[in-house]
């Protein structure tokens, strides 16, 4: 039971809320990860990232977006762009949060 709570805290631990105007920075570059990405269920991320209301929210999607971006380009072009993502969110969540694929 101890692992749950220290998860449960991991999880809901955040440096800083970012700003309206920050998360919109922040969702708009988490949406460009899936540039070129076709079908459904990258219709159904794009909602997903448009709904997210924290940078935390954002940043746990990216292990779906990897995915979608591996099948439709390639694994190597998917880690390219999710570690792209770390400098964007480098202050709005803690550190042990922001590691490379």
């Known amino acids: ?4 709570k ?3 805290s991991w999880l809901h631990e955040s440096a800083e809320e970012a700003p309206r105007e920050q998360l919109e920075s922040l969702r708009f570059q988490v ?7 076709e079908g459904a269920m990258c219709e159904r991320m794009r909602w997903r990232i448009e709904e997210a209301c924290t940078a935390q929210q954002l ?7 990897f ?3 591996a099948r ?3 694994q190597e072009e998917a880690v390219r762009r999710i ?3 770390l400098p964007a969110f480098s202050g709005w969540l803690p550190d042990r949060m922001l590691t490379r694929v």
């Open 1 to 4: 039971m101890e692992w749950k």
């Open 6 to 8: 220290s998860l449960h």
């Open 31 to 37: 949406q460009d990860a899936l540039y070129r990405c």
């Open 59 to 65: 940043w746990l999607l990216r292990g779906e977006i």
């Open 67 to 69: 995915q979608l971006v």
């Open 72 to 74: 439709q380009f390639c």
């Open 83 to 85: 570690n792209a993502l």
